[in-house]
């Protein structure tokens, strides 16, 4: 059985740092793109990174330059966030899939249809 699982959430000062973990387990093979989304309570998922299969990475407009999407191991996934704003506040889901290739919204962002495999969220707050 597939499990993503997300840790590293918490709350933290405006221009603080964090950093999130993915850890997947039960795929058959490496997961081919792995991305993180955020949701706030009563709004849409947003798409805020993915890597790909060659590391290729994508991202958000909205934390181009201050967000990094890195792959740690074949099985984990971290997204290093800096200088974080008050809207960066909101439940941050890890998504995995094998297949191969990737979308991206026309801004660049993943796109969360594209995944098969969601994990349970972990939460960020950013206070002033």
């Known amino acids: 059985q597939v499990h993503l699982v997300e840790s590293g959430g918490g709350s933290v000062q405006a221009g603080g740092s964090l950093t999130l973990s993915c850890v997947a387990s039960?795929?058959?093979?490496?997961?081919?793109?792995v991305a993180w989304f955020r949701q706030i309570s009563g709004q849409e998922r947003e798409g805020v990174a993915l890597?790909?299969?060659?590391?290729?990475t994508r991202y958000a407009a909205s934390v181009l330059g201050r967000f990094t999407i890195s792959r740690d191991t074949d099985n984990s996934v971290s997204l290093k966030m800096n200088n974080l704003k008050l809207e960066d506040t909101a439940t941050y889901y890890c998504?995995?899939?094998?297949?191969?290739?990737?979308?991206?919204?026309?801004?660049?962002?993943?796109?969360?249809?594209?995944?098969?495999?969601w994990g349970e969220g972990t939460q960020v707050t950013v206070s002033s």
């Open positions: 998504a995995a899939d094998t297949r191969l290739g990737f979308q991206t919204t026309s801004a660049g962002a993943p796109v969360a249809a594209d995944y098969s495999n």
């Open positions: 890597i790909g299969g060659s590391s290729t």
């Open positions: 039960g795929f058959s093979q490496r997961p081919y793109r």
